[in-house]
């Protein structure tokens, strides 16, 4: 078992539940899919297990290690094994496409290397081989805000291959953008689960998306999960129960 999670809760300042006592084991190689409403706790989950969040209790295993609490060195670590693609992508938009692909083995070059700027030619190499495997080599060059959406998001998939993770986190990575570039995003995702044997936990709203890409779904309702099992058990009845009885599916061709 790669990840192994036991009664987490996560309580705010203000009191409100945003995760209940939820357990939720993950296996090596999985490409598993959290699903819900906006406010159900799916980025909070994401957010607990590489520990930008504090848990409030329960408990996080990871390779059979205890890093709920971990600090300091153990948490840098613990960070350096999961890679994360956020909604919004988070690149620094005034460097260059190359540049953050690099940035993405920051964590794990020397201090004064990093904060000079220059990288051994084999981290560039290393780079251009990432951007070529998500189609963008001839972008090297082009500073990041320069590119559309769907590139900047695989730009980020680059460079959370340069960190070569054992679990990549994904909080609603195709939120951001066009249906026609959503696959495109996606199959780059399932490519690193795939090949690279990455185990991916990604959060998804559209279930036409998770049944294509998912190997399990878990669906959490106001921090509780609520379902467990293959992305074709959810039917219509399990559609509404998790989003509501108003709630209508819409699909992604």
Not at 133 to 139: E, F, R, Y
Not at 169 to 182: C, G, H, K, Q, R
Not at 212 to 229: D, I, N, P, T
Request: hydrophobic share 40%; glycine share 8%.
């Amino acid at each position: 078992m790669l990840l192994d999670i036991t009664h987490l809760e996560k309580v705010y300042p203000n009191g409100s539940y945003a995760l209940k006592g939820v357990s939720l084991s993950v296996e090596q190689g999985e490409f598993l899919v959290v699903i819900g409403l906006s406010g159900s706790g799916k980025s909070t989950l994401l957010r607990c297990i590489n520990r930008l969040h504090e848990p409030t209790s329960g408990s996080i295993h990871f390779e059979g290690e205890d890093i709920t609490h971990i600090t300091g060195k153990a948490l840098r670590s613990y960070r350096r094994q999961i890679g994360m693609v956020f909604q919004h992508f988070n690149l620094i938009k005034r460097h260059s496409v190359l540049e953050n692909v690099i940035a993405g083995r920051l964590g794990s070059l020397p201090v004064l290397q990093s904060l000079w700027g220059k990288f051994p030619s084999h981290i560039r190499d290393e780079a251009m081989e990432k951007l070529a495997i998500v189609g963008l080599a001839d972008k090297a060059t082009s500073r990041a805000d320069a590119l559309s959406g769907g590139q900047q998001q695989r730009v980020a998939i680059a460079r959370t291959l340069m960190q070569k993770p054992k679990i990549l986190l994904a909080d609603e990575p195709v939120a951001s953008l066009d249906p026609a570039t959503s696959h495109s995003v996606m199959q780059y995702l399932e490519r690193m689960n795939k090949e690279y044997g990455t185990t991916v936990i990604c959060n998804l709203h559209f279930l036409s998306l998770v049944r294509q890409y998912a190997s399990r779904v878990v669906a959490l309702k106001a921090g509780e999960m609520m379902f467990e099992g293959s992305p074709h058990e959810i039917d219509r009845a399990w559609f509404s129960r998790i989003y509501g009885e108003e709630a209508v599916e819409v699909e992604i061709e």
